[in-house]
């Protein structure tokens, strides 16, 4: 598994069909919300990012607008925790609930989640870029 760690504390981890979000610094079991802010310049590395692993963890990715529960990253289904972990875009950021009792996972990408998300991203992007000239 490929690991990747964030000045703000995100860590994200993938191998062959998963990407994962974590905390640098754990995650206690009850503890669920997560913010990590990002300058605009590390945002968009953080974008970057995220494009390049989802090639490396999946074939066929394109950025493809969410029309289902299925395909939209704001809610995962955590097996393991039996329970749900939630994912939102902030103006300069990310915003994450994670399932309950998790000791380490904060947020699983699927193939279909991680293409609304890249979707998500390259908006943001092309707003913020609209916004300064």
């Known amino acids: 598994m490929k690991v990747k760690e964030f000045e703000n504390g995100l860590v994200?981890?993938?191998?062959?069909?998963?990407?994962?979000?974590?905390?640098?610094?754990?995650?206690?079991?009850?503890?669920?919300?997560?913010?990590?802010r990002f300058s605009s310049e590390e945002f968009k590395v953080f974008t970057d990012y995220i494009k390049k692993i989802a090639n490396e963890s999946w074939t066929n990715i394109a950025p493809k607008e969410a029309h289902s529960m299925g395909s939209d990253y704001d809610e995962y289904y955590d097996?393991?925790?039996?329970?749900?972990?939630?994912?939102?875009?902030?103006?300069?950021?990310?915003?994450?609930?994670?399932?309950?009792?998790?000791?380490?996972?904060?947020y699983q990408f699927n193939k279909a989640k991680i293409q609304s998300f890249i979707y998500d991203l390259d908006q943001k992007l092309l707003r913020s870029s609209s916004e300064t000239t």
């Open 79 to 106: 097996r393991r925790y039996d329970d749900n972990g939630y994912l939102s875009l902030l103006d300069d950021g990310i915003s994450i609930r994670a399932p309950y009792w998790s000791v380490d996972t904060l």
């Open 12 to 36: 994200i981890k993938h191998r062959k069909s998963a990407i994962f979000f974590e905390n640098a610094e754990g995650k206690k079991e009850k503890e669920e919300r997560f913010v990590y």
